[in-house]
């Protein structure tokens, strides 16, 4: 499962576009060595921790 | 009318001088180039970077992820500024304001958005471009440009790309001219 697909089985009330659309608050990021959450400034939703994402 | 110094075959170095403010310099008869009155740094070839590099290998990405884009072939890279192994980023070695190309190239399946984006220092600096409503499975090239400043010494510029779909491939594998691209030079020294 990507970052992505957990992060939206966590909340399902989001959709790929909250992390494409210009005015998103969640930015998920990959440099080249992985999946990442780059920033998290969604006003409902509490950043998940790793454990969620394990 | 100016002060003039003349690199001349019969007489090696010859100046004339007034009392204008403006000084001329001649390689041989009717050369003459005017000393521009303003303070900077003169542009030649030898200290204005210029790159240009490619990407023709495929790999996947995670829909929805912010991910650099990959070039691994480097056209020219007059100054050694570009990475096309690790990091795959300008850095360049003059301050200025360079005029930045690059294109991301993918496909993917049922792509719902697009976006291609310059990243400086390792943060989004502007979203280039944006597509929606793209066919599925063909490939799609995200052209952009911008003028960038950079300090010359720390400033680094990368190419990230963000797709909306399933089976995201970024880059056209094999392929020398459909790619994605990046490239730039100095346009103006700070």
Known sequence: MTLTEKIISLYPELNVLDFIKPDRTIVLQNDGAGDYIAKWEHPTFPRPTDEELA | ?190
């Open chain 2, 1 to 190: 009318m100016a002060s003039i110094i003349t690199a001349t075959v019969a007489s090696g170095l010859t100046q004339s001088a007034d009392n204008s403010g403006v000084l001329q310099l001649a390689s041989g008869t009717g050369n003459l180039v005017t000393v521009p009155s303003v303070t900077g740094t003169a542009m030649v070839s030898g200290n204005m970077p210029a790159f240009s590099a490619f990407g023709n290998v495929s790999y996947s990405i995670t829909t929805g992820v912010d991910t650099k884009v990959r070039f691994e072939t480097e056209r020219f890279d007059t100054a050694n500024c570009f990475d096309s192994t690790t990091n795959y980023r300008f850095t360049p070695n003059v301050a200025g304001y360079y005029q930045i190309n690059y294109i991301g190239r993918f496909q993917a399946t049922s792509p719902t958005i697009a976006y291609v984006m310059l990243y400086k220092n390792g943060s989004m600096y502007i979203v280039g471009n944006q597509i929606m409503g793209i066919a599925s499975g063909t490939n799609f090239d995200l052209p952009a440009s911008d003028l960038v400043y950079m300090n010359g010494t720390t400033d680094y510029l990368e190419v990230y790309i963000n797709v909306g779909g399933t089976s995201i491939l970024v880059n056209d594998n094999g392929t020398t001219t459909f790619v994605s691209s990046f490239s730039g030079y100095l346009a103006r020294a700070a």
